[in-house]
């Protein structure tokens, strides 16, 4: 039901995203993500229209990494903030980023071929129904995309 991806400039890289519906505890989830608890980015999918969106947003983080030039303090977030269109770091994490009464929940993760432990260890503090990754169009709100 996760969707993982090789990036192609970093062969040995990894980007899986796993897509959740009904999330009862976003609250603790973006708590956690805020004190550096969890190894993923927690990205709002009625904000995007496709699991391709993410992919590049997270493509652009590891090179930007790779090259000692992000705009942000963590790889993660420098995901969510390669989402907006604007460089307001703030407005990007408003937009894209999860808020505590959200219920739906698209977790990335990047990570080496060898890590995905990572990827369980999300999964399991998230208390949702798993949805397949091609289904976030389902859960996109396409008046607020319009607005951004």
């Known amino acids: 039901m996760h969707l993982t991806r090789v ?24 708590r956690k993500a805020m004190e550096g608890n969890i190894n993923g ?23 930007l990494q790779t090259t000692g030039k992000m705009k942000t303090k963590t790889l993660n977030a420098e995901i969510i903030f390669n989402l907006s ?16 009464g959200d219920h739906s929940i698209l977790v990335v993760v990047v990570h080496k071929s060898d890590e995905v432990q990572f990827v369980s260890d999300i999964s399991a503090m998230v208390d949702g129904q798993q949805l397949p990754v091609d289904d976030v169009s389902s859960l996109s709100d396409f008046n607020k995309i319009k607005k951004v």
């Open 85 to 100: 269109p604007t460089n307001n770091i703030s407005e990007a994490f408003k937009r894209f980023g999860i808020s505590d």
């Open 41 to 63: 980015a927690l990205v709002n999918p009625t904000m995007l229209v496709g699991p391709f969106q993410v992919l590049v947003a997270a493509n652009k983080a590891v090179h």
């Open 7 to 30: 990036l192609e400039l970093y062969p040995d890289t990894r980007v899986t995203q796993i897509l959740y519906k009904d999330v009862k505890n976003a609250a603790e989830l973006r």
